[in-house]
């Protein structure tokens, strides 16, 4: 089985890229963020057409994550236990899809930005991780062989290494302790990086800015992964990133990135 994870930056406006991704690119399941519409404007036929079942969350023109499978799409969930929402009053947002594909309860996941580290965005950032953190422990601690995939962007990059100047981030989020901190607490829940073994940095990125020339000059970040329990992290048996199709007219500024399972 093959999954993937792709922040398309508009699902409509890239509609036509993901189909030609996903014929060329035969993935079994895909967890999208950012389509930014809700789910009456949501394109399904993109997926539906290829034989894909799909579950999308979206409530408005920001955030919004779908998740598409060819191998049975079951018990969707738009939210996990605890997942907070922003503002005041409170408000959820559409950050999170989840279902069970092919055995896989895989999870659609769009981490909130945190925009600057003194911004209330910061501190929502850290509880939604955290969040995060305590329900993927909570599912392991039922069930130690459970498979489960958090997939998605998390806007953390973990390690020096996945930014292409440390120096050009001082003082910014992303790459704050706190951020990072966050991160390694989900893999000490359990859930590991499985891309990075078979991808390793550095210069091994997943995002690069639309200013600036970001791309062509290397200037990335590698802030998208698949994080894989136990179980399912013993069945993957390579991972790359897909970094050809961040090229061309219409690209989204992130590249889809793909696990291999046995």
């Known amino acids: 089985m093959r999954i993937a994870t792709w922040n398309v930056n508009s699902m409509r406006a890239r509609a036509d890229r993901v189909s030609a991704w996903l014929e060329r690119s035969d993935v079994d399941v895909v967890a999208v963020q950012e389509t930014k519409c809700r789910d009456d404007q949501f394109p399904a036929s993109v997926f539906t057409d290829l034989g894909y079942e799909v579950a999308h969350h979206g409530l408005g023109q920001w955030n919004g994550v779908a998740l598409a499978s060819r191998v049975g799409l079951e018990e969707v969930r738009t939210s996990f236990d605890g997942q907070p929402g922003y503002g005041e009053p409170e408000e959820a947002e559409a950050r999170a899809v989840s279902a069970v594909c092919g055995g896989v309860r895989v999870w659609s996941l769009y981490v909130p930005n945190g925009r600057e580290v003194d911004h209330p965005h910061y501190a929502y950032k850290l509880r939604w991780l955290e969040a995060l953190r305590a329900e993927g422990a909570a599912r ?117 990135v793909i696990a291999e399972l046995d």
């Open 140 to 256: 392991l601690a039922e069930d130690p062989r459970a498979q489960i995939a958090f997939c998605g962007d998390f806007n953390v990059a973990p390690q020096d290494d996945d930014v292409w100047d440390m120096a050009a981030f001082e003082g910014k989020t992303h790459v704050t302790e706190a951020e990072r901190q966050a991160f390694q607490e989900l893999n000490k829940a359990g859930f590991a990086d499985v891309v990075r073994p078979h991808a390793p940095g550095p210069g091994v990125y997943t995002f690069w800015d639309y200013q600036g020339l970001s791309f062509p000059k290397k200037k990335g970040m590698r802030i998208d992964f698949l994080l894989c329990s136990p179980a399912l992290a013993d069945r993957v048996t390579g991972a790359r990133v897909d970094r050809e199709e961040r090229k061309g007219k219409g690209a989204s500024d992130h590249a889809p």
